[in-house]
């Protein structure tokens, strides 16, 4: 159970078009997805924290309008990278906190990642 | 300084040893900490929470140290398949419930 499916894994795009990344929950409601990005041999940065309904919460540092986020429901979550460019090439990870309440012994599941190469 | 700071690595050890991980963490109010382990292109998967009292699985023992903020993770009788990057994650237990990664430690296990 618990599980977050992420399309698409992989992903190649001219520089200045958008690309949009989803994740979703396939047997539980995630009222909190997490968006991190990794570049290679670098760890796991935290982008932004989405909560269902509302406006998502950016880390410092991280353009809100560039790296657009939609949580507009308990199963759903989507990152938009808008006028990519090659420095946007990276791996981007969403990761769902699951209740501990309905899933005793999980904490959080992640996506299998999607890799994005701009062009 | 980093929130979670990890051994730079990489480990390269033989099958059959003993190699252990350090990571120390910033936040002192943090209350959550775990490793993860993550293959080459992959997700990070959970490896174990690590508790106060210091927990066991198998070959892998995590020990916390809460006056120095310091985490710990021994891996016993290395296998080929542990060769991966560990990660050390705290959970600073704000509100968000995010989750900080620290840079990782690579291990190459060789024959």
């Known amino acids: 159970g618990a599980v977050v499916s992420q399309h698409p894994s992989w992903v190649i795009c001219k520089s200045g078009t958008s690309v949009k990344i989803e994740c979703r929950s396939l047997d539980f409601q995630a009222t909190t997805m997490f968006w991190y990005r990794q570049f290679p041999k670098q760890s796991l940065m935290l982008m932004a924290t989405s909560n269902e309904g509302s406006k998502a919460t950016y880390e410092q540092g991280v353009e809100k309008d560039k790296f657009l986020i939609n949580h507009a429901s308990l199963t759903l979550s989507t990152l938009t990278v808008t006028s990519a460019h090659p420095e946007d090439s990276s791996f981007y990870i969403c990761?769902?906190?699951?209740?501990?309440?309905?899933?005793?012994?999980?904490?959080?599941?992640f996506g299998s990642g999607t890799r994005l190469t701009v062009v | 300084r980093k929130e979670v700071e990890q051994d730079p690595g990489p480990f390269n050890v033989p099958e059959g040893a003993t190699v252990a991980f350090n990571c120390t963490y910033s936040n002192s109010a943090s209350q959550s900490f775990f490793w993860y382990r993550q293959d080459c292109r992959k997700e990070p998967k959970l490896l174990m929470s690590?508790?106060?009292s210091g927990n066991e699985d198998g070959r892998f023992t995590a020990q916390l140290n809460r006056a120095s903020q310091y985490i710990s993770l021994l891996i016993r009788d290395s296998k080929l398949s542990d060769s991966a990057t560990y990660l050390c994650?705290?959970?600073?237990?704000?509100?968000?419930?995010?989750?900080?990664f620290g840079s990782g430690t690579r291990l190459l296990v060789r024959p």
């Open positions: 990761s769902a906190r699951v209740d501990r309440e309905i899933a005793p012994g999980y904490g959080y599941t």
């Open positions: 690590v508790y106060s």
């Open positions: 994650v705290v959970n600073p237990m704000d509100s968000s419930y995010k989750l900080i």
